[in-house]
């Protein structure tokens, strides 16, 4: 008889689409979790634009502490346009990505076959982009004097540390030594942003040394953007700074099969804290609460985190659901539950 | 007998295929001027990778002020892999974007309808974007500590004022109300980058009520890469800041037919310097001086310089040369010479 184990998950369903497709993502948790012998013991965060409303908080460190005791965070979205725009996304999602030292944002993307491209030619893609989490012009150094009169000046600090960026780069290398391609692009704007984007030119060329089969190349941001459309296959694993990394897994997410399949995780390698897994795409207010948000990048989200807690099998499962899902998309239009269920149904077996 | 007026051209060829394109493109201005009643003389700057390796300088202030005094500045590429990356960027090309004032770095796209675009389906694309060309994170205003140590710290700062946004603002509802679809799109991450976002979406808002007529919206970079690919017909004016604008503009190209017909003009619509005409390409050094680099982008790129100067029928006569000639493109490899000659002895008519 094999015993049961049980992981702990902190949930943040947030705004938007974001409590839909988490719903959908529990789920299929849930269906993958008994024959792999694992239960998930949730505690939902109410945070996001309600709590905020109600309460004017976003985070309270109180909370954090308590989230930081799971083993995994899932979270929905965050962002709504009845609070000011940052109030949340400062406040609460990137509190957490900076608090619990998210400093790898994984962002996988793959074109599915059977999926549309807006690319008439896309070639085979599967790629991964390793974001940098904590650090670029994300900090939150920035601010601004006089405001609203003519003599106005606001800063934004964009803030790079070799650890910082050591760190990220080598898990990058290590992610593109495991992969079958072995190579590994640099993103930045390094003949522009010269203090920055040399730490990161300077930093990829030393761990190289430590990554001997790994072929390295560079591009500028502008110039990864062209190749996105015009040759993605030639991506095997991006690792870039915060901002630039934003920019392009949702330009990477467009060109395949749309935001709607891209998971991603923001992940503490060291394992000092929790780590938590959301979908590349915001809260879609235009569309929330009518069941259209496609929960498939949630549902992939949650494989990110099964294969983090190292539950592969389970990871897989859910994987290979959604493949199969995917496959046989008609382009008729199913609820959000529905293509929660048609996946759980799979993923169970 | 109508007169001749002459007017005075800065020529900076630059490095890689610059030299190439701007030789291309001087041939078609030459091709337009006679029949247009004007005439052009060129100086040409040696400004580049091989006067830097020679004498160390970039862009002596000497040379800048006898730069200053010419009617416009035509300009082809700048940056070299043997020069350290950003030397040349920030000490030639952005020295002169700065100190010249070009504060609207204009970017058209156009797709034209026999050249492939790598979208399946991308409609009617026809929008131009502004963007700011003296401020954001391209102002230098960074640094580094312990270089090259494991506690080295490396900055780069936006910097935004409520005087550098309202007239680039200012100046692109002007070209949104010029236009038939009369639409402005501000582009800018305001979720995250606070300070510089409220200050870019409080300008707009505040700029909008002299502009009753221009309809607005506002998209997050990221957002903004993925309509660029699922349905770049939606955009007409788009304004945004220097690096944003950066990556957009690359992306635009990518999508409409290429980065070998995205022109570009960095003008200083007060007059009080010269403005540049560049196309929107890098220097390219991988097929520099093999006569492959395709010099329409530095054509189209010439003819936004006589739009600049008054002198609109010679534009058109360009433009509509460029579009006869790209409209009976058939895939067959052209020299950069052979396609410069065929655009201009269609520009003289
Ligand atoms: C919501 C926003 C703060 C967030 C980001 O910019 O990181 C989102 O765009 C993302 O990519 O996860
Ligand atoms: C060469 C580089 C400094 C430049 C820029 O970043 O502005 C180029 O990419 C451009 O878009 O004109």
Partial sequence: MSETKNFT????????????????ALKVLDAVAAQHGVTFERTE??????????????LPDAELEEIRKHD???LGAVGDPSVPSGVLERGLLLKLRFTLDHYVNLRPSKIYPSVGSPLADPGTVDFVVVREGTEGPYVGNGGALRVGTPAEIATEVSVNTAYGVERVVRDAFARAQARPRKKLTLVHKNNVLVHAGHLWKRTVDAVASDFPDVAVDYLHVDAATIFLVTDPARFDVIVTDNLFGDIITDLAAAISGGIGLAASGNINPDRTAPSMFEPVHGSAP????????????AILSAALLLEHLGLTEAA???????????????????????IGDAIAKRAAG
Same sequence: chains 1, 2.
């Fill in 9 to 24: 998950l902190a949930v943040v369903p947030g705004d938007g689409i974001g409590p839909e497709v988490t719903t959908e």
């Fill in 72 to 74: 995994a965070i899932l």
């Fill in 286 to 297: 235009d569309i929330a609460g009518q069941q259209k948000a496609d929960p498939t990048a």
């Fill in 45 to 58: 965060y109410d945070l996001g634009a309600k709590r905020w409303h109600a309460t004017g908080e976003t």
């Fill in 316 to 338: 897989r499962a859910i994987e290979t659901a959604v493949e199969a899902d995917i496959e046989e998309r008609t382009g008729a239009a199913r609820s959000t539950a529905e």
